[in-house]
């Protein structure tokens, strides 16, 4: 699928139309690394004001960098450390308003000031985390969590 892509600049509109994109262009043929690759550059399009969107993947022992878009990053992330290892040993979506004040959180870009990790749990297991980093404090709200949730389970239905 080519797209020439047209962003709207209200979330009204912006949402719905990147949920349509993801439909679009996720694949169950194609291998996980792919469609990760494609949905990592759809958010990072869609949400420019992003300086970093990615995934880490679980190997049932770590996290290690997969498909992202911003700066080159950390590669391996211990269960239970930062935002990432956190949220992904728990399980659980963590929304973090300043980086600053979070305890271990790791610094792979200084830009980054709040964050949303996104766990991806298959049939109980943990595939591995959707990471967004934003150069601004407070910017991840509540809808911003419903949203990547649903990106997330858009990814899920796939597997
Ligand atoms: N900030 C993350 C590490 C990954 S980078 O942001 C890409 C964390 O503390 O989990």
Same mark, same amino acid.
């Given at each position: 699928m080519n797209a020439q892509f047209d962003i709207p600049f209200s979330r009204r509109e912006r949402d719905p139309l990147f949920l349509e994109y993801l439909k679009g262009y996720l694949?169950?043929?194609?291998?996980l690394i792919t469609n990760l690759a494609n949905m990592a550059a759809l958010i990072k399009t869609f949400y $420019?004001?992003?300086n970093w969107a990615g995934f880490y993947l679980s190997d049932g022992k770590k996290l290690t960098l997969g498909p992202f878009q911003g700066l080159p990053a950390c590669t391996s992330i211990a269960f239970g450390t930062g935002v990432c290892g956190q949220a992904a040993k728990a399980r659980q979506t963590l929304l973090v308003d300043d980086t600053a004040q979070f305890p271990g959180h790791i610094t792979c870009? $200084?830009?980054?000031q709040s964050e949303l990790v996104v766990p991806i749990v298959v049939k109980n297991r943990l595939v591995g985390v959707l990471d967004l980093d934003s150069p601004?404090?407070?910017?991840?709200q509540k809808r911003d969590q419903d949203l990547f949730e649903q990106a997330v389970t858009l990814f899920i239905d796939i597997l």
């Open positions: 694949d169950k043929e194609l291998p $420019p004001e992003l870009d $200084p830009l980054s601004v404090k407070n910017h991840f």
